[in-house]
């Protein structure tokens, strides 16, 4: 039986895009921020708010257990970073009307929520049925302080069996982000990082084999043959740089590219790859 993959979207109608930036600052401030700042509520839930986005002030997670006072704590001696970023021995405290102890997953969490412009207005979409339960979480939460957006949504689940085919697959992407920085020098791309000419083909490759990696981390999945069958169509640097994310209010711009790309597996018709994906950036649609 082929793998399938659990996703689901959150369609928000009554939150228009009007600009890239305000995108960006509404994903910033009411998605990434609100949900990190509840961190200790999507613990005691049993999820983490690190699907959305990186939690600088606790990178290693642990285990809990239930105290005699009713409340979620630390086991004894657990490692947790603290505020300045420093690994100290702690223990966490987290107020609960569960008597059911948690374990968080130990290995970083990369962002499984992602989001995206869908129709001209904003979106949330989660891979896995553990992101799907953080972003459920987030919902609930979003609810209780702003339902003038909740109350007016599509919410949409949908199961992509992934298998090999006859045919292959087309999907485009307009905003393909292929790396962290790279500069234009007589007309070829060079990435700036490691002040190498560009390589388009192993950026597609590996930004395929990095998401099919964290969406199926259990190996249920052929990652080496799917991302080896992936073929560049057509490759056109967009005109201007992109805004891929705000750090402190200020436009981070990279140089995007519209991309098709060829793969003779079935995967989900829309998902997003390469640099600051959760961001809204490398979103590929299934055109063929």
Not at 158 to 187: A, H, M, Q
Not at 256 to 283: C, E, K
């Amino acid at each position: 039986m082929n793998p399938s993959l659990h996703i689901k979207t959150i369609h928000y109608l009554n939150l228009p895009i009007k600009s890239r930036y305000l995108f960006l600052k509404h994903l910033q401030r009411e998605v990434h921020e609100f949900a990190l700042n509840r961190q200790s509520q999507f613990l005691a839930a049993g999820t983490t708010a690190e699907y959305f986005h990186k939690d600088k002030g606790l990178t290693k997670s642990t285990s809990f257990v239930v105290n005699e006072n009713g409340a979620l704590q630390s086991e004894p001696g657990a490692l947790i970073n603290g505020p300045s970023g420093r690994t100290e021995q702690s223990v966490l405290m987290i107020e609960s009307d569960s008597k059911v102890a948690h374990r968080i997953p130990s290995k970083k969490q990369p962002p499984l929520i992602h989001a995206i412009e869908q129709n001209g207005n904003f979106a949330l979409r989660a891979y896995t049925p553990t992101a799907v339960q953080a972003l459920d979480f987030y919902q609930e939460l979003l609810s209780e302080v702003h339902p003038e957006w909740t109350d007016n949504c599509i919410e949409s689940v949908e199961r992509c069996s992934i298998r090999e085919s006859s045919k292959p697959f087309i999907y485009e992407s307009t905003n393909w982000l292929p790396y962290r920085d790279c500069f234009v020098k007589n007309g070829i791309y060079y990435d700036k990082e490691k002040n190498v000419i560009a390589n388009f083909d192993n950026r597609i490759q590996g930004n395929l084999g990095s998401f099919m990696r964290s969406v199926f981390s259990n190996g249920e999945v052929s990652t080496e043959d799917i991302k080896k069958s992936v073929r560049i169509l057509q490759l056109t640097p967009q005109t201007r740089t992109r805004p891929a994310l705000l750090i402190k209010d200020r436009e981070i711009k990279k140089y995007a590219f519209r991309i098709q790309i060829s793969i003779p597996h079935q995967l989900p018709h829309l998902f997003s790859l390469g640099q600051n994906a959760a961001f809204g950036n490398g979103v590929f649609r299934r055109i063929g």
